[in-house]
């Protein structure tokens, strides 16, 4: 079994100042980590992704996020976030191995409100 | 491709009564998935299917039952709504065991 927790609830940040979003989880096997941003009104969307090789991963709109096993720990980063990257975040986990593979665990979710 | 697809949008339900939530993909997934979103607790699996004719339990099931007679539609049945079953439900489906999941826009369902 596994668990997600995402360490602040809201996070509120002046446009282009850099912003952390905290997530750690548990799991007595090996996982896959992801990021999902929600836009108000809207469905989840894949941000960034964690499956093998470098723990240092990057989204396309500027966000990376660091595996580091020791720590159980997959935090999300910006060094400069921008009005539209006002939405909620969720951090999931997914066991690498057979069928419990397919179900994903997420965080309670992290609301980011950037401010002008 | 329209991807994942949801109706309705929005429903109220009366205590007691039952409603279908639809789901359609059209990207030839095999899995397909139902969330439910409360606030601040994330999304909870309600159920899951890895293929036509199969279903399974999430960690949520109680209340709701599925079925999955077509590649394409996983449709969400609620009988006797109760009030705790008021939240944003969201379908997703991917391809396969490694796919990444992909999400429809949901639906809010508020039962009073």
């Known amino acids: 079994a596994q668990s997600v927790t995402q360490l602040d609830s809201q996070v509120p940040v002046f446009e282009e100042a850099p912003v952390e979003l905290r997530c750690n989880y548990s799991s007595s096997v090996s996982v896959y980590l992801f990021w999902y941003v929600q836009y108000p009104n809207q469905g989840l969307q894949l941000l960034l992704k964690y499956l093998s090789g470098s723990t240092l991963v990057e989204s396309i709109n500027g966000f990376e996020a660091e595996f580091n096993k020791s720590q159980t720990s997959f935090h999300l980063r910006k060094p400069s976030v921008h009005i539209s990257d006002t939405a909620e975040y969720f951090c999931?986990?997914?066991?690498?191995?057979?069928?419990?593979?397919?179900?994903?665990?997420f965080g309670g979710g992290t609301r980011v409100l950037v401010k002008p | 491709n329209a991807g994942v697809t949801q109706t309705p949008k929005f429903r109220i339900l009366k205590i007691g009564q039952s409603m279908t939530l639809q789901c359609t993909q059209d990207m030839n997934h095999n899995y397909m998935y139902w969330y439910r979103q409360d606030p601040g607790m994330g999304l909870k699996l309600i159920y899951y299917?890895?293929?036509?004719?199969?279903?399974d339990k999430g960690e949520v099931p109680n209340g709701y039952n599925v079925s999955r007679s077509t590649t394409e539609d996983f449709p969400l049945r609620l009988e006797l709504a109760a009030p705790s079953q008021t939240s944003v439900y969201f379908c997703?489906?991917?391809?396969?065991?490694?796919?990444?999941?992909?999400f429809g826009p949901g639906t809010r369902l508020t039962v009073t």
């Open positions: 997703a489906s991917s391809r396969g065991q490694g796919g990444e999941q992909y």
């Open positions: 999931a986990v997914r066991s690498t191995r057979g069928a419990a593979g397919n179900k994903l665990t």
């Open positions: 299917s890895v293929g036509a004719g199969i279903t």
